[in-house]
T-cell receptor, first 114, second 114 residues
Framework: GDSVTQMEGPVTLSEEAFLTINCTYT??????LFWYVQYPGEGLQLLLK?????DKGSNKGFEATYRKETTSFHLEKGSVQVSDSAVYFC?????????????FGQGTELSVKP | SQTIHQWPATLVQPVGSPLSLECTVE??????LYWYRQAAGRGLQLLFY??????ISSEVPQNLSASRPQDRQFILSSKKLLLSDSGFYLC?????????????FGNGTRLTVT
């Protein structure tokens, strides 16, 4: 079945460091790909998305490119801030999924130190 | 604009007691609705989704049930809670445009079964 695999956390960085969180997926069709962020004690917020190969999603300095050849959707940010500390989830939605439900990775916790 | 409300925010219940968590969406019609569970330190597991009133799909066998009595209301229930039902429960909605529509999450309910 379809699945999403993320790099294990926690990831600890100093402020202004470069961030990469790896995400790879397995899907039989042509999925849409998403990154969500969860701040402590809150629900998930959509961070960015990409709906077809080579699309680049971007928001708040974060970027991710849909790479069909490597089945990847890695999240990057050039300079992280303390306020970026959160759990990040990669997710996919298959076109044939009834109701468009999402399949999530296990999440990667990011901690940014000042 | 659309908003989603979940309540209560936190809940402590004894084993064997009933459960009712409610979720409502405002500002949109005929949304897809979802219940996810996030166990401590783990990813998100889809429990139920609904594409219309009275239409419920269950993703995993469990001690829980869901109902959709109105277009924008989604209820998660249990007759008798188990310790393993503890977790963070998230309601979400999306518009009926298929896989490319992102999910929008509520702030969640943290359930502790004692």
């Amino acid at each position: 079945g379809d699945s999403v695999t993320q790099m294990e956390g926690p990831v600890t960085l100093s402020e202004e460091a470069f961030l990469t969180i790896n995400c790879t997926y397995t899907a039989t069709g042509y999925p849409s790909l998403f990154w969500y962020v969860q701040y402590p004690g809150e629900g998930l917020q959509l961070l960015l998305k990409a709906t077809k190969a080579d699309d680049k999603g971007s928001n708040k300095g974060f970027e991710a490119t849909y790479r069909k050849e490597t089945t990847s959707f890695h999240l990057e940010k050039g300079s992280v801030q303390v306020s970026d500390s959160a759990v990040y989830f990669c997710a996919l939605s298959e076109a044939y999924n009834q109701g468009g439900k999402l399949i999530f990775g296990q999440g990667t916790e990011l901690s940014v130190k000042p | 604009s659309q908003t989603i409300h979940q309540w209560p925010a936190t809940l402590v219940q004894p084993v064997g007691s009933p459960l009712s968590l409610e979720c409502t969406v405002e500002g949109t019609s005929n949304p897809n609705l979802y219940w996810y569970r996030q166990a401590a330190g783990r990813g998100l597991q889809l429990l139920f989704y609904s594409v219309g009133i009275g239409q419920i799909s269950s993703e995993v066998p469990q001690n829980l049930s869901a109902s959709r009595p109105q277009d924008r209301q989604f209820i998660l229930s249990s007759k008798k809670l188990l310790l393993s039902d503890s977790g963070f429960y998230l309601c979400a909605w999306s518009v009926l445009t298929g896989a490319r529509a992102p999910l929008h999450f509520g702030n969640g309910t943290r359930l502790t079964v004692t």
